[in-house]
């Protein structure tokens, strides 16, 4: 795992949206893994300007999202369908029928996660998942003690993701119970993880993640287990992170890091 701590949410935004890019630059049939939630938004708007002002190409692109309620639909503005094209697809150049997430309105909620896993499969696998942390560690809807073998499936939400995201309805108390998300597992065949945390209120989970035990009652600790993982943070959810001399030493002096270190 890597560390790279921005001064500001801005750079470590742009960051973010520039290691995409160039990943898609360099391989135009990439295949995305992605993630929804207000720390995306700006990593997918400054992704929509690159296409607009910098012809960055998604033409050949396919996309897998992490997770979906269970019950909604893609017209329900709370799906991540809705989130993801009002966010992104709408503003590049994706083929929409490229672009995956799991069947929040399925007639058959047992086989769905196999039946997603299988797409991923045939589409190659992910080359990059963009991941961000919930305030409880979890990656994806991978609540406390979900395997770190898991795959995906449909899972029960936890009363404090439940507290965090539901003020996002119009009535929170419609906000779905379930969901289905990647697992663990599956997460961490991606080729390369990229994950992006902002904000002083997740230092001390940011911390847990990188420098403590690996369990599953923190599911982003199994990122220290991925050969090529990646963490950006900005200023303040990097506070607490002991091995901060280290992470900027390597970010400072790696050469692969040095056409990024303007941003």
């Not at 503005?77 to 503003?91: A, G, I, V």
């Not at 490229?98 to 769905?112: A, K, Q, R």
């Not at 906000?175 to 991606?190: H, S």
């Amino acid at each position: 795992m890597e560390v790279i701590i921005r001064p500001t949410t801005e750079s470590a935004v742009k960051l973010t949206a520039t290691l995409i890019a160039d990943a898609l630059r360099a391989k135009p049939n990439i295949c995305l893994g992605l993630a929804t939630g207000r720390t995306m938004e700006a990593v997918y708007a400054e992704l929509a300007r690159m296409h607009r002002q910098e012809y960055l190409d998604f033409s050949l692109a396919r996309s897998f999202n992490l997770d979906e309620y269970i019950g909604l639909g893609p017209d329900n503005k709370n799906s991540y369908r809705y989130y993801m094209n009002y966010h992104l697809f709408n503003n590049i150049n994706i083929d929409k029928r490229n672009t995956c997430l799991p069947n929040g309105l399925t007639d058959d909620i047992e086989h769905e996660g196999e039946r997603y896993e299988q797409a991923i499969r045939e589409a190659g696998g992910i080359d990059i998942q963009l991941l961000g942390i919930g305030r409880d560690g979890h990656i994806g809807f991978n609540e406390p003690l979900s395997s770190l073998a898991s795959r995906t499936r449909a899972k029960a939400l936890t009363p404090e993701t439940f507290a965090q995201n539901s003020p996002l309805f119009d009535r929170p108390e419609d906000m779905p119970k379930r969901a289905f998300t990647m697992g663990v597992g599956t997460i961490l065949d991606a080729r390369n993880v990229l994950m992006l945390v902002t904000g002083r209120e997740k230092a001390e989970i940011l911390a847990a993640a990188v420098e403590g035990p690996v369990t599953s009652m923190i599911s982003a600790t199994a990122l220290q287990l991925h050969p090529r993982a990646v963490v950006v943070a900005d200023e303040e959810a990097g506070a607490l992170l002991k091995g901060r001399e280290y992470y900027d030493w390597i970010f400072q002096n790696e050469p692969k890091w040095a056409a990024y270190r303007n941003i």
